[in-house]
């Protein structure tokens, strides 16, 4: 086994060096759980009959991993980040390959866990991987850049499955067995062609910081916030509204295009802006969508809002990577490790129990669940506020000097 220090790095061709693995493993990781997410809400309602409890309780089960991510820590201590990174990518590719067979609420639940597991210890790794790899001045635009690659990916498998799905008459087995293989290919040439790279050696035990205490608190708003989008926005299109598999799929694409041409925007304006603002400006819009969603069903507006909406809270989510950057710039280089498990399972905290407790509510008021959501959007940006104009150690938030710097 080859292993490059990442200073070293520059020497390797293009081709194997460290950010063109990560740009690989950008792509492989939406082929597998974008294509996923595309056929799931069709696909358990029609195979398994599932109705907001159903999928509250699926969604539950799926963060259940999320919230154990801090077991990073102690797999580190026997595996290289950069192989757990792609074993777990290999679990989640796998998992998504063999979802069909298993069109049963309990059968569902298995495959969900065993693929959240795969994508969730990636996340947290990849996290990882990405702050220790890029340099503090090249992060917000190459981040950026990354969240291009991979939707990307997404869009080319999505609009495979929009022009292909109803001129073949695909199956949900064929999809899901292409999409999942496609990520499991790609993760053996990962394995097979990169060395081992070496940075700055981690922390491998679990520790919790006084002075990251908002980036904490940041995590745990933005795994409370998310779960409702991503359970209960693409389950409105389907339920309200009878989206199909091809007209989930088309909105998902659109979803993507737009990352691929504004993410990178996105991170040279992180550069610009700082933390602070762009996190700012995210929560506003989505304060301002969560509440048009709760007026969908308490006014009746139309389908062709409920769509654009969609698209427009999906852009403001790709602004969460803000958040890793101000960590970068905070954090000691080697916290970076047991800080992002840390962080990942606190960001799913909410996650476990908030789907299930939240399939309730919809059953009875769905338009109740979109005003919650938009009261953590508001929670959020007070602690976005927080952040320091120019956030670096000893200077995590605007109380860190006795200083309330303005918003800019």
Request: hydrophobic fraction near 55%.
């Amino acid at each position: 086994m080859q292993i490059v220090k990442l200073e070293d790095a520059h020497t390797l061709p293009v081709w194997r060096r460290p950010m063109t693995l990560l740009m690989l493993m950008a792509a492989a990781l939406p082929l597998a759980f974008a294509t996923w997410s595309a056929l799931l809400n069709n696909f358990v309602i029609e195979r398994a009959g599932f109705t907001g409890v159903e999928i509250g309780w699926l969604h539950s089960v799926r963060e259940i991993p999320g919230f154990l991510a801090v077991g990073v820590i102690a797999v580190i201590m026997f595996m290289r980040e950069q192989v757990l990174g792609l074993v777990s990518l290999l679990l989640l590719g796998a998992a998504t390959a063999v979802t069909a067979w298993f069109p049963s609420f309990g059968g569902i639940l298995v495959v969900t866990m065993i693929s959240s597991i795969g994508y969730h210890y990636f996340e947290t790794v990849n996290q990882s991987l990405q702050l220790q790899w890029l340099s503090k001045e090249r992060a917000p635009q190459a981040l950026g850049w990354l969240v291009a690659v991979g939707s990307g990916a997404s869009l080319l498998s999505y609009g495979l499955l929009v022009a292909t799905w109803e001129l073949f008459d695909l199956s949900y087995n064929t999809v899901y067995l292409i999409a999942g293989g496609a990520c499991v290919v790609i993760t053996l040439y990962c394995a097979a062609v990169f060395p081992q790279f070496e940075g700055e050696p981690q922390i491998k035990k679990m520790i919790f910081r006084r002075r990251y205490w908002l980036y904490y608190a940041l995590q745990f708003m933005s795994g409370a916030r998310r779960q409702i989008f991503l359970v209960f926005a693409a389950f409105m299109m389907v339920e309200r509204f009878g989206f199909e598999v091809h007209e989930v799929t088309a909105l998902f694409l659109i979803n993507f295009l737009a990352n691929m041409v504004f993410a990178p925007l996105m991170g040279r304006a992180l550069g610009h802006w700082g933390e602070r603002n762009i996190l700012a400006f995210e929560y506003v819009g989505l304060i301002i969508v969560f509440l048009a969603y709760g007026g969908i069903y308490m006014f009746g507006w139309g389908v062709v809002l409920a769509a654009t909406l969609y698209v427009i809270d999906h852009l403001f989510f790709a602004l969460a990577f803000a958040q890793k950057t101000y960590f970068q710039k905070i954090a000691d280089p080697g916290d970076i490790a047991p800080t992002a498990a840390v962080a990942f399972t606190i960001n799913h905290i909410a996650a476990v129990f908030l789907p299930a407790s939240m399939g309730y509510l919809w059953v009875v008021f769905p338009g109740a669940v979109f005003g919650l959501a938009a009261g953590m959007a508001c929670v959020s940006l007070s602690l976005a506020l927080m952040i320091p104009r120019q956030p670096e150690k000893g200077n995590e938030t605007i109380f860190s000097r006795g200083l309330v710097a303005p918003l800019t």
